[in-house]
């Protein structure tokens, strides 16, 4: 089945500087690559998606870049501030999620002021 | 438009007892997910439901089982509950042929 690795596992960085956190695949039929943030004590909420037949995808200061050949895709936020303090997981699935999402262990981000 | 509702928000249940956990998609979606959620583990695929159908099952014993109604909405039994169950249980849902889960806000379900 699917393996999903993520790091680091605690990032810490300053307010207004970036954050990037990266994962790999190892199932060559994932297709589709979500992000969600959780923040302590409540649910994971996506933040940004990327299908494999896209290599970058931007939403205002967060991308994600997507690498198929390396099997690998991360996570950048930009000039980071102290409600992007969480815990992100990325994970992959094949088709279109019915096989479920494979996560990775989370890294918890830390801003700090 | 009411988010994914999982009921209860807590339990607390003694070994060997059985569970069912219940969860209300967004209207309209008909896709219905179950993830575990352990400090340990992380998050790990239970099962999904589509139009009644359970189409997929994750690594979890046969203790743990579902199901979906005509409405949509999805029940998930663990039975003889063992102490390593104790964790958040989640759902999530999604539209027909759309990719992006919404999570419920979870049942914190504790085995003492």
């Not at chain 1, 992000?35 to 909420?45: I, M, S």
């Not at chain 2, 999904?48 to 690594?59: A, H, I, V």
């Not at chain 2, 029940?75 to 992006?100: F, H, P």
Request: charged fraction near 20%; proline fraction near 4%; aromatic fraction near 10%.
């Amino acid at each position: 089945g699917e393996n999903v690795e993520q790091h680091p596992s605690t990032l810490s960085v300053q307010e207004g500087d970036s954050a990037v956190i990266k994962c790999t695949y190892s199932d060559s039929a994932s297709n589709y690559f979500p992000w969600y943030k959780q923040e302590l004590g409540k649910r994971p909420q996506l933040i940004i998606d990327i299908r494999s037949n896209v290599g970058e995808k931007k939403d205002q200061r967060i991308a994600v870049t997507l690498n198929k050949t390396a099997k690998h895709f991360s996570l950048h936020i930009t000039e980071t501030q102290p409600e992007d303090s969480a815990v992100y997981f990325c994970a992959a699935s094949r088709g279109g999620g019915a096989d479920g999402l494979t996560f990775g262990k989370g890294t918890h981000l830390i801003i700090q002021p | 438009k009411a988010g994914v509702t999982q009921t209860p928000r807590y339990l607390i249940k003694t070994r060997g007892q059985q569970v069912t956990l219940s969860c209300s998609p967004i209207s309209g979606h008909r896709s219905v997910s179950w993830y575990q959620q352990t400090p340990g583990q992380g998050l790990q695929f239970l099962f999904e439901y589509f139009s009644e159908t359970q189409r997929n099952k994750g690594n979890f014993p046969g203790r743990f089982s579902g199901r979906q109604f005509s409405n949509s909405r999805s029940e998930m039994n663990v039975s003889t509950l063992e102490l390593g169950d104790s964790a958040l249980y989640l759902c999530a849902s999604r539209n027909q042929g759309a990719y992006g889960y919404t999570f419920g806000s979870g049942t914190r379900l504790t085995v003492v």
